[in-house]
Each structure stands twice: as C-alpha cells, then as structure tokens.
C-alpha cells in the first residue's frame, strides 16, 4: 500500500486502500465512534454474508459483503449500513442490495449512504426488495442503552 493514498481505519486498526467509497465508509464510522458513541467492538467493516448473493454467480464484493454492521450489546446486528461513493446515487438498486444483505443478518435498521444523502429504515417483517416493509426515519435512531438523541444524520 501506498501510505499517500491509505486510510487508516478506526474500528480494523489498519491502513485500507484510499477510494470514493472507502472515504464515505470511513467518514461513517468516524460518525458511530466519535458522534453517537458506539462502541468499536459492537462495530464490523466488510464482512461476509453468507446466503446474500441472490444470484449463482461467483462471490464479488457486492454479493456478499457488508460495508458496515452495528451490533446491540447481545451482539444481534442492530443496524446494517451500506456506503456507495459520493457520485452513485441511493437508487432501487442500492436498497435491493441492502435488503439481500438484511434478510441474512435481520437488523432492525438499513441505512445506505453516499456521504451526501442518507436513508436510514426501521425494518418490518417483511423482507424482501422493496421499500414498503420499512418505515424511513427523518433521524439517526438511538442506539441500545444511549440516551435519547434525535440529532439529525446529516448534521
């Protein structure tokens, strides 16, 4: 790696490839650790899901690894986030991928994020790849045993 063009990651404690996507990723666990206190350990970056590919195709980055996932203090996936660079936008296809990922994981909130917009969702029962099980949220939820806090995402 090229120490120009690295990040060095708060939550895996190493230099990870600098990039669009990695800087928006890095930007959002900047946020869970140092805005809304969450613990490091609670906290895992691109990690596998299995069962998540939707497809028979090989294993790429996006059928089957999550950005980020936030657990609750049992270690239940809390909260699934999924990162894109800046330039793509928070499309159907960003929620379906998304949804994939949480049917594997069930996490009670789905949030995707360019590091410009932010859509974060309480999810339902159901589960599939559309928006209607989901109820989106003006802000941040509050985290397991935090105290209440109803600051926006995008402050």
Known sequence: MN???????????????????????????????????????????ESGVSGASGSTAPRTRDSGRTDIVVHDRTGRPWMLIECKAPDVPLDQSVWNQAARYNRVLDARYVLVTNGRRHLCAEVQEAKDESPDGASFLATFPEYPDMKNDDRSIDD
Not at 6 to 20: E, I, N, S, T
Not at 22 to 28: D, M
Request: charged content about 35%.
């Open 3 to 45: 120490a120009s063009s690295d990040r060095l990651d708060p939550v895996r404690r190493r230099l990870v490839a600098d990039g669009p996507e990695e800087a928006v990723r890095q930007a959002f666990l900047r946020y869970l650790l140092e805005e809304r206190s969450i613990p490091r350990g609670l906290i895992s970056v």
